[in-house]
Each structure stands twice: as C-alpha cells, then as structure tokens.
C-alpha cells in the first residue's frame, strides 16, 4: 500500500460535483438523510431550499414544495409541523450554517455563551405549516448573535409570523439579541392576541431594542385607537410604514402620519377600513411625506397635488369600496 496515499473524507470532496449529483436527488431524501451527514454536505442540500444572497438570507419559505415538505416535517392534526420536528430542522440549519471557526466560540453572559453562532443578514420565519413558538423563537435569536472573538455579520431584517404560540414575553426576549435590525416585518397576527394586548406589547419591545429600525411592515392586525399610539411613541425613528391586510382606523392612521416625525413613506395594500362598512377596501396606494414652505404637506404618489392631513384622509376613505 503506498503510504504516501491521501485519504479522503466527506468533507473534502469537491462541492461542485456534490452539489450536481445532490440536485438530482429528490427533497424528501436530501433533507430528511443527506442534510445530517455532515456540515458541508447540510449547507448544500440546503442552500437549494433555505438560504439565498450567498448563504446570508434563511428563508424558511423555500420548503414550499409540496407533499414532500410534510413528509419530511410531519404535520400535526391541526395542520403545522410539529413543535419537535421544527426544532430539529432549526437545530440543523443553525449548526451547518455556524460560523467556519471551530475555535471560537460565542461566550456571552446572555445565555449565548458556548454555542458557534450563524452569519445571516436576514431571515424570513413566515411559512403556513411553520407554527414558530417562543422557544423556536428564542433558540434561533441565541444563535445569531456576534461572537466575540469572531465578528459575525449582525442581523438587520427579520421577517416574523405572530401567530398562536408566539408570545410578548417570547418576543420580547428573543428581540434583546436583535438590536442591529433596520427592517422588519411583523404578523399575520394569528390567535387570541390578534386584537389584545399581546400586540401592543411587542410593538413596544421592537422599540426598546431595535433603535436602528427604519422599516416597518404590518401585516394581519387592526390599525385601531390603542395600536396606533403604541407605533407613534415606540417606532419614532421608522421612516417606512408598509400596511398589508390590516384593518386600518382613519383616526389610527391620523395619529401615525401625525406623531412619526421621520416617517416618509406609508404604503397601503389590501386594507380594510375600520370605519363604517368594515366590507369596504382602501385603495392600495403609496403615501409620501412633502414640505411644502414649511408646512408638512402629503401626496398619493402618481398624484402631482400635496394635501394636507385631514384632505388626504377624506380622499383615501372616499376611494374606499
């Protein structure tokens, strides 16, 4: 036997070829088997699923495929993943995605300390049969923040589903580790907190801890009198509000344009109205903040007139139907 013969491991065959003979795989056996062998061979098979913008976007979104995703994440009676099975595939996507320096690890007082840490920018939790609780939440939050020694990118976009078991108190602790956002992306709101006080609560917490957020986008919530306050006083630095699918209360909507003194930009899509006909939709349109010899004006953006407030109001709830 030549003793000068190199041996070779998983790990060190060629990436190119792997990833040609792994995409001729079905799904079901690259994320149920394949993904598990080893790190290299997990970044991989799910870079073809999850990640995007050179591994630093997770996007849970991507295992929209079908009966093969249920098949690998079995679904519970009431249609989602279950709660055991959703934490093996964060556990698993986090580890492969870790940071490359095995040496180094994150040693931080905030309950952080010995575990590698991820290096994404952005991460889409929003999926249908994904039902994310406050320990999901928690966990993924712990993982990615900045190690010490090993500077890991910060993450600055989050897109989040509220629903049945995502907490104020879950939010609120997994939001400590995010204090780097400048995007994020809130709801649908799903389950008894759609209308309480649940909402109210995680509003303040993304104002506590993300004092660098400029955008804001809301979706499947009520615009009303006590949500609107909360935005105005949490979110003063938000200069993008995106409304989607929410039920929108004119006076709510007042106060926002009103009290955020560096909103810009407000955009409207699908929207209910709160007032009168709760049939009636808004039309979706785009709102622009103008200055006007220094009177704060707004206009529709492919209307050339700025109007003031109340005008404005008048014509978005008259082009209701």
């Known amino acids: 036997m030549d003793s000068k013969r190199k041996t070779t491991n ?5 990436s190119d070829l792997l990833l040609h003979i792994f995409l001729r795989l079905e799904p079901l056996f690259l994320l149920s088997t394949i993904a598990f062998v080893c790190r290299p061979w ?14 630093k976007t997770l996007d849970l979104g991507g295992l929209r ?35 490359d320096d095995y040496g180094r690890v994150c040693d931080r ?23 994310f609780v406050d320990a999901h939440l928690i966990y993924v939050a712990q993982r990615s923040i900045p190690d ?44 008894p907190f759609t209308q309480n006080y649940d909402t109210y609560r995680i509003i303040e917490a993304a104002g506590i801890c993300c004092k660098k ?11 009303n009198l006590q949500l609107s306050p909360e935005i105005a006083q949490n979110l003063k630095r938000v200069k993008l509000l995106r409304l989607e699918r929410v039920h929108v209360g004119k006076v709510a909507l007042k106060n926002i344009l009103s009290k955020c003194k560096k909103l810009q930009k407000v955009e409207i ?24 010899e220094g009177v704060i004006k707004w206009s529709l953006v492919g209307d050339a007139e700025p ?14 139907n």
């Open 65 to 99: 495929g079908g009966d093969w995703s249920r098949q690998v994440f079995p679904t519970e009676a009431n249609g989602y993943v279950g709660k055991v099975g959703l934490m093996k595939l964060i556990r698993a996507v986090m580890d492969v995605y870790s940071c």
């Open 269 to 292: 899509w699908h929207c209910l109205a709160l007032e009168g006909n709760e049939s009636d939709f808004l039309v979706s349109c785009e709102i622009k903040k103008n200055e006007v």
């Open 213 to 223: 957020l400029e955008v804001l986008i809301l979706s499947g919530c009520f615009l």
């Open 10 to 14: 998983w790990e060190s065959l060629n």
């Open 109 to 131: 007082d905030a309950g952080g300390g010995g575990v590698r840490v991820t290096t994404f920018r952005k991460m889409v939790l929003s999926f249908r049969f994904l039902e």
């Open 42 to 55: 997990g970044r991989l098979c799910f870079s073809r699923f999850l990640t995007k913008d050179g591994e």
């Open 148 to 191: 010490t020694f090993f500077r890991s990118p910060e993450l600055r976009e989050l897109s989040l589903p509220c629903r049945r078991g995502i907490t104020h108190k879950g939010f609120s602790r997994a939001i400590r580790y995010w204090n780097e956002i400048e995007k994020m992306s809130i709801g649908p709101f799903i389950g």
């Open 307 to 320: 109007h003031n407030l109340k005008n404005l109001l008048n014509i978005l709830w008259q082009r209701s």
